[in-house]
């Protein structure tokens, strides 16, 4: 089993900053993309931010120039640090990660349980 834990979350007023974190365990080999998804009360998920693991990022357009996404590989790690905070941000957020488990081509995407981010006067 794969397990990604995410932490970080938390209230923050507008303007302010958050850094959320993703911890990968388990029976993992390597993990390919690693990417950050978001879902507020009412509406559905929507992609965030991902990287793969030799680098690159892809940002929404909504959070591109605010957020940043990065990869700390040998502790099976994501980030994503949330500058500029806006109440529109607010959601649970989610990381994923496609994990591959044998040394040939054989992946799995796993989705950690959410960090709730509160963005409010």
């Known amino acids: 089993q794969v397990q990604l834990v995410e932490s970080g979350g938390g209230l923050v007023q507008p303007g302010g900053s958050l850094r959320l974190s993703c911890a990968a365990s388990?029976?993992?080999?390597?993990?390919?993309?690693m990417a950050w998804y978001r879902q507020a009360p009412g509406k559905q998920r929507e992609f965030v931010a991902d990287?793969?693991?030799?680098?690159?990022?892809d940002y929404a357009d909504s959070v591109k120039g605010r957020f940043t996404i990065s990869r700390d590989n040998a502790k099976n790690t994501v980030y994503l640090q949330m500058n500029s905070l806006k109440p529109e941000d607010t959601a649970v957020y989610y990381c994923?990660?496609?994990?591959?488990?044998?040394?040939?081509?054989?992946?799995?995407?796993?989705w950690g349980q959410g960090t709730q981010v509160t963005v409010s006067s």
């Open positions: 994923n990660a496609n994990v591959r488990i044998t040394p040939v081509t054989l992946t799995y995407v796993y």
């Open positions: 388990g029976s993992i080999f390597s993990i390919n993309l």
């Open positions: 990287m793969p693991s030799g680098g690159g990022t």
